[in-house]
């Protein structure tokens, strides 16, 4: 009944995103035409499917299927973990980025799995997988840090914006990181040295001089957001950013 209650608000939302996608496209549908190619689409995802293999199948033969999969897999009613991992790894390796956000409407209990899944997300996103980690119920510091580290391989600057959200209480694993980011991206870790919370001054010099050598214009731009009050220090790297200039 809850389902049948929804069915009309899900086809109306769809039909919206479409209608939305196809006017920035320049192409006129008119809301019949949006509303039968909504339920063409989406017919699959309107009650709990009687074959849950056959249902995979159409999931990989159909990219518009996969496209709203989240928004729908919670009314589906699948109780097999098996089923719901595979369809999650399906929904993860076809490119969409949005996973990290839904991974709880996927019901998945298994912590390993979670966290399996949470890397392979931080692999496609690293910036919408470290502001969306919380979602994935990870509890174990190590498995985070690892985490961490892939969404930084992936998009440095998204990982040193969100990294607060992996809640990494290890000074030297926060500096190591930092460090990391500097490597992986040229211009991004000053701006955003402060979500780190690195405690330790002599270390943030290291990571200060690190972003001069490989960024003086962001390193000179977002310096104070370094904390440093050793003035030989920031001499040291004033220095560093006008022999790169």
Known sequence: DSLRNDQKTIVSHAAGVIKKKFRSNGTALDEISLQLQ???????LLSPPQDLKAFVAALQASPNLLMYLPAFISHLEIQDQGILIEIAELYIQSGRCNMPQYIQEF???????????AKLCAEKDGSRTA????EFGIEDEQ?????AKLCVRQNAVGAAEFIQCFCIT????????AKLCVHQNLGGTARFIKNFGIQNEQALIE????????NLEGTARFIKNFGIQN?????EIAKLCAQQN
């Open 38 to 44: 909504v339920l063409d689409n989406l017919k699959l």
């Open 107 to 117: 019901g998945i209990e298994d912590p390993a799995v979670r966290i399996r899944l």
């Open 131 to 134: 502001k969306f980690i919380h």
């Open 143 to 147: 498995a985070l840090v690892e985490i």
């Open 170 to 177: 290890d000074q030297q694993t926060l500096i190591e990181i």
């Open 207 to 214: 990571i200060a001089k690190l972003c001069a050598q490989q």
């Open 231 to 235: 003035e030989q220090a920031l001499i």
